[in-house]
């Protein structure tokens, strides 16, 4: 059993930072790459950033120079910083990770519930 939970989310200004959290725990052999998605209201899911087990990173457009993605694989943590923060970022933030557990032995996508942000104007 694998769980993603995410934590940080919450209500925040425009032109502000948040830093959202995701633990990765159980049955956990490895962890391939991590990453970030959002979804707002009446909108599709999409890709905020991504990185990989060595730490290379990639972003989305919107995120580009805003958002900065890491992981402490010691803790099985992926962080996303956020700075300067629009209204427009307001959307649940979910995390996601691709990882092989005992019992698959292979690798699998692996989904957090998600935390919402919300930015005011």
């Known amino acids: 059993q694998v769980q993603l939970v995410e934590s940080g989310g919450g209500l925040v200004q425009a032109g502000g930072s948040l830093r959202l959290s995701c633990k990765a725990s159980g049955s956990i052999l490895r962890i391939d790459d991590m990453g970030w998605h959002r979804q707002a209201p009446g909108k599709q899911r999409e890709l905020v950033g991504s990185?990989?087990?060595?730490?290379?990173?990639n972003y989305f457009d919107s995120a580009k120079g805003r958002f900065s993605i890491s992981r402490d694989n010691d803790k099985k943590t992926v962080y996303l910083q956020m700075f300067f923060l629009k209204p427009e970022d307001t959307a649940v933030y979910y995390c996601?990770?691709?990882?092989?557990?005992?019992?698959?032995?292979?690798?699998?996508?692996?989904w957090g519930q998600g935390t919402q942000v919300t930015v005011s104007s």
């Open positions: 996601n990770a691709r990882i092989m557990t005992d019992m698959t032995m292979r690798y699998l996508d692996f």
């Open positions: 990185i990989t087990s060595d730490g290379s990173t």
